[in-house]
C-alpha cells in the first residue's frame, strides 16, 4: 500500500470489523458509516445466525415498544458498505489473529453473557436460577432453549431490584394469556400457563429503597399490574417521608421512585391472584433445601446503611436473620463478560480491558492492543438502558479514528485488506454462515409463523433449525 492510499479513503477504505451485533456493535457501526469523508467498510460479525442482540433475546416480550429500535439497525445495515456473517464465533471459526490480518480496526461489541455468581451455600440446588438464564429461557434465546424451570410453586423470589429484576417478577406475575400475542417463545408460554400454585414473588436488595435500580417506568409497571398487586411495607421506606431530595443527593428518577413507594406504602392491597412483594436492606446468606432436595427457602440478614468511606452507602448486616419459603430463585445480580480466545480479558471485572474505548493488554501495564477497540457492556460492565450505549460506542469511535487520523501512524493495518478475504477464510474452513439477507428470510418466517398462532413473530429456537430451514428454501 502507498502512503497516498491512507486507511479511509476511495482508493483504500478503512477495514472495520464488529464483533457482535446488539445494540453497541450497531451504535458504533452507524457512527463510522455517519463520519463525512470517510471511506469505510464494514463487516459484523455474531457467534449467533440472527442479528440484534439483547434487543431480540433480552429485552421482554411484553416491552415490545423497545423492540422498535431495530429499525435503525436496518438502517446501518442497508448501508452498501455493512456486511453481517451471521453464526461465526471467534475461537471456533476464525481466530482473533485473523481479525487482525483482514481488517484495520476491530471493534468489540459482545456485550456480558454470563451471569455473576453469589458464592452462597446452596446456590446450586435445583431451583435456584439466573435471571440470564430465564430471560434467555423465555426469549427463545438457543443458548437457553434446552432449561428446565419448576415455576408451579407458592412463592418465588427475585434477587436483585434492576431492570431485569423487575422484568423477571413481571413475567412471573402476569396472567399468562396477556403474554399470548407477543414473540414469547411458544414452549415458554405454554409452560406459564401451567402455573397454578404461585401467589407471591418477593424481590429482594441489599440497599434501601433509595439506591434501587430500577426505573420509574418499571416500578410503576409492575404497580399497575391485572394480575398482582404491589406490596411495600411501611417499614421498607421508613424514614423516607418528608425528606429533602436535594439533601439527600437523589436524582429525578430516584425522587419519582421514592414518591411512589410512598404512595404504595399507604394502599390496601386489592386481593389480586398474586403478589409481588418489595424487600429492602436484606442479603440471602443460604439457599435451603426442601423436599427432594430442591430449593425450599431462602436465609435473609437485616442490613443497615454505613458509610463506605468513599461518598456513598454500602449495606452491612446486623446479625439479625429471616428466612423466607420459597419454591424456586432467580438471580438478577449483574451480568459479566465471557473471555474470549486471544483477546484480553480482565477476570476481576469480566470486561474486556480497555483505555478511552481502546483495547489495552490488562488495566495494570495499559499497553494498547494494536486496531482493538471494545464498546458497551465488555467495555463498561452492565450498566444503562439500550440507549445508554450510543454514545459510549461513539466515543470509541471517535478513538478509532484519532488513531487513524492523517499524519498519523495507524496502529493496524489488515495484511489482506479485500473485502473477499473473510468469506474465503471461512469457505476454506468449512464455516456456514449467515448474511443478513439470509436473515431477511429467518425473519419473514417467523413472522409468518407468529402470525399464524395469533402472535407478533414466532422465534426460531435453535441454530440447527435456522440453517436447516435456510437450506431447505434456498
Not at 399470548?180 to 440497599?207: F, H
Request: aromatic share 6%; hydrophobic share 40%.
Amino acid at each position: 500500500m502507498t502512503q497516498s492510499a491512507h486507511p479511509g479513503t476511495a482508493e483504500r477504505p478503512l477495514r472495520a470489523a464488529i464483533v457482535g451485533s446488539g445494540p453497541s456493535g450497531f451504535y458504533a457501526a452507524d457512527a463510522l458509516i455517519s463520519r463525512a469523508g470517510l471511506n469505510v467498510t464494514i463487516d459484523i460479525i455474531d457467534r449467533l445466525p440472527t442479528p440484534y442482540g439483547l434487543v431480540r433475546g433480552g429485552v421482554a416480550p411484553d416491552h415490545q415498544n423497545i423492540k422498535g429500535v431495530i429499525r435503525v439497525y436496518e438502517k446501518v445495515m442497508a448501508h452498501p458498505g455493512v456486511r453481517f456473517f451471521g453464526n461465526i464465533k471467534v475461537g471456533r471459526d476464525i481466530q482473533a489473529a485473523d481479525l487482525r490480518a483482514c481488517y484495520d480496526a476491530v471493534v468489540f461489541a459482545v456485550g456480558n453473557e454470563s451471569d455473576q455468581r453469589m458464592r452462597l451455600p446452596g446456590e446450586d440446588l435445583p431451583g435456584c436460577h439466573s435471571a440470564t438464564e430465564f430471560v434467555g429461557w423465555y426469549n427463545g434465546h438457543p443458548d437457553f432453549t434446552h432449561l428446565k424451570f419448576e415455576l408451579d410453586v407458592e412463592a418465588a423470589v427475585v434477587i436483585g431490584v434492576g431492570n431485569v429484576a423487575m422484568d423477571v417478577a413481571r413475567i412471573l406475575a402476569r396472567d399468562p394469556h396477556e403474554l399470548a400475542g407477543t414473540d414469547m417463545a411458544g414452549y415458554a408460554l405454554e409452560e406459564l400457563k401451567t402455573v397454578r400454585k404461585l401467589k407471591r414473588i418477593y424481590v429482594v436488595g441489599r440497599r434501601g429503597a433509595a439506591q434501587a435500580a430500577f426505573s420509574p417506568k418499571e416500578i410503576k409497571e409492575i404497580g399497575a399490574l391485572k394480575n398482582a398487586d404491589l406490596i411495600v411495607g411501611p417499614d421498607e421506606v421508613a424514614g423516607m417521608e418528608g425528606k429533602d431530595p436535594a439533601a439527600e443527593g437523589w436524582d429525578v428518577e430516584t425522587k419519582q421512585d421514592i414518591e411512589f413507594l410512598l404512595k404504595k406504602a399507604q394502599e390496601a392491597p386489592a386481593g389480586k391472584p398474586r403478589q409481588i412483594v418489595l424487600r429492602f436492606l436484606r442479603s440471602p446468606v443460604e439457599f435451603l433445601a426442601g423436599p427432594h432436595g430442591r430449593l425450599g427457602a431462602i436465609k435473609l440478614e437485616q442490613n443497615a446503611l454505613v458509610d463506605d468511606g468513599k461518598g456513598d452507602l454500602k449495606a452491612q448486616g446486623t446479625g439479625q436473620f429471616e428466612t423466607l419459603p420459597v419454591g424456586v430463585a432467580f438471580k438478577a445480580i449483574g451480568y459479566r463478560g465471557v473471555p474470549l480466545p486471544g483477546v484480553p480479558y480482565d477476570v476481576k471485572k469480566g470486561i474486556i480491558p480497555s483505555a478511552e474505548g481502546r483495547v489495552v493488554e490488562n488495566l495494570e501495564n495499559r499497553k494498547l492492543v494494536p486496531g482493538a477497540y471494545v464498546v458497551g457492556w465488555a467495555k463498561r460492565g452492565p450498566s444503562g438502558l439500550i440507549g445508554t450505549n450510543k454514545g459510549d460506542s461513539i466515543a470509541t469511535v471517535e478513538a478509532l479514528l484519532n488513531d487513524f487520523a492523517a499524519g498519523k501512524t495507524p496502529p493496524n493495518l489488515a495484511a489482506d485488506p479485500r473485502l473477499e478475504a473473510l468469506p474465503e477464510l471461512l469457505a476454506q474452513r468449512g464455516a456456514r454462515w449467515v448474511s443478513f439477507e439470509d436473515w431477511k428470510r429467518i425473519d419473514e418466517e417467523e413472522i409468518r409463523r407468529g402470525k399464524a398462532a395469533g402472535k407478533i413473530r414466532e422465534k426460531f429456537i435453535n441454530i440447527q433449525e435456522v440453517l436447516k430451514f435456510l437450506d431447505s428454501t434456498r
